[in-house]
Nanobody, 115 residues
Framework: QVQLVESGGGLVQPGGFLRLSCAGS????????MAWYRQAAGKVRELVAS???????NYLGSVKGRFTISRDAAEKTVYLQMNNLKPEDTAVYYC?????????WGQGTQVTVSS
């Protein structure tokens, strides 16, 4: 059974930073895309950043230059370094993996940016 477990969320002041991690366990291979989504209260879930098996990255416009996605494919782990955080980054962040023609989601981790 595949599981994705996120960690690294929390409360941070504006301008601060956090690093999210998502570790995958279970039997899956052929990872095509690893990504982070977020969902703020009352809003739809949106793609924050993604990275393909070739290392191609894509970012939501509002986080470009502040967030960096990276991965360790061998360890089935994806990271999201978030710098210069803003109150509008407050949301539940979800890890996503597309592997073996299946989609997998983590349980989510809360990120709150507030003074």
């Amino acid at each position: 059974q595949v599981q994705l477990v996120e960690s690294g969320g929390g409360l941070v002041q504006p301008g601060g930073f956090l690093r999210l991690s998502c570790a995958g366990s279970g039997t899956f291979s052929n990872i095509y895309v690893m990504a982070w989504y977020r969902q703020a209260a009352g809003k739809v879930r949106e793609l924050v950043a993604s990275i393909t098996s070739l290392g191609t990255t894509n970012y939501l416009g509002s986080v470009k230059g502040r967030f960096t996605i990276s991965r360790d494919a061998a360890e089935k782990t994806v990271y999201l370094q978030m710098n210069n955080l803003k109150p509008e980054d407050t949301a539940v962040y979800y890890c996503f993996v597309h592997a073996d023609l299946q989609d997998y989601w983590g349980q989510g981790t809360q990120v709150t940016v507030s003074s």
